[in-house]
């Protein structure tokens, strides 16, 4: 469970709960009116319209002088929305799930972005330090603007201005992303068969922008949600992740041809990455020959465990979520209320609480 502190939606909620039990009584009465035609009657004052010999309840479209019927009347089409009181209710009740849903996945996405400026403080990369500020600078803003406000929610003009900056936002993180990429196709392309000395310096170096590639899918993903949660439904999940949806892909293709990248080396060089070690060579290979006709274990030397480890991780193409977002504004909102405090229960939680 998610403890709700915004002072401004715990209003929100007090306010909207007493006239939930009541508004949902008659939300089916709001659906039906809505899937008909409804019409008003426009009468001269004082008039009243025939009432139907037929039907019960019901009058005809015309009313009565003193020598019978004087006139039609004329009809003009009702929007249900509008009218009713019934829409009021449900309004506010979808802001209040709006701005429940809004601060519970605005502080996982600010979470998760702490999370990233860690990870990117670890990568040494003293030949283009501006590169890295530049993914901590898209990161410090995007997680400024992921946290949670009340009032930004609720006010049209800047959730449009968020929505502004997350979009610029998105632009550098793409042209960030798309360098690394490219950065990793280089230099797969330019050693195809690298010695064990420059092999060694190139995992180095793949280990960094491969890093820089895990941060920039996560940041984007992260992006992707807050367009969404600042639509407020307005904007579809497949429009919000769809930038990031082309560049997940076209980094996961990268990834692969750096796995097969990979895959040559090991099998050249003839790595045992199973049990941490590579195949002599040269005069090594030599004075080792015969104690490796005994034991096959004198025609390896030991392979750095670190190395083995980066080798296996750059070779997995595996990168971001490729599932589906969710659509967290068609869910249901379970608010629980416990010992005066509010709670969210995310779908996804309900089976794990």
Known sequence: MFEITDSTVIARISQTLPAVAETATRTAASKALKSMEVYKAILPSGKKLVKSKDMAGAVRGFFRGAKGIKSQA???????SKTTAVANGVANVINVGSLVVGQYYMSEISSKLEDMTKSIDKISDFQDRE??????????????????????????????????????????????????NITISDITKKT????????????????????????????????SKLTYLLGKGSISAERSYASYNKYLEQSVQTRTLLGQWHDRQVKTLRIDLDN?????????????????????????????????HEISTQANPTLGSSEAPNQVYNEDVAIIIKDGKYYYLPEASDTKD
């Open 74 to 80: 004329n009809l003009v089409k009702v929007d249900v």
């Open 131 to 180: 590169f890295k500020s530049r993914i901590l600078s898209v990161i410090t803003l995007v997680g400024e603007i992921s946290q949670f406000s009340s009032e930004i929610m609720e006010d049209d003009d800047q959730r449009t201005l968020k929505h502004s900056a997350l979009e610029n936002l998105k632009a550098t993180a793409t042209e960030l992303l798309g360098q690394v």
């Open 192 to 223: 195809p068969n690298p010695d064990y000395k420059d092999y060694q310096s190139k995992v180095d170096d793949f280990k960094m922008l491969v890093g820089y590639q895990n941060v920039l899918v996560a940041v984007l993903e992260e992006i």
């Open 276 to 308: 941490e070690r590579i195949s002599k060579a040269g005069f090594e290979a030599v004075i080792s020959a015969i104690p490796g006709l005994i034991d096959d274990k004198f025609n390896y030397k030991e392979l750095k465990q670190s190395l083995a």
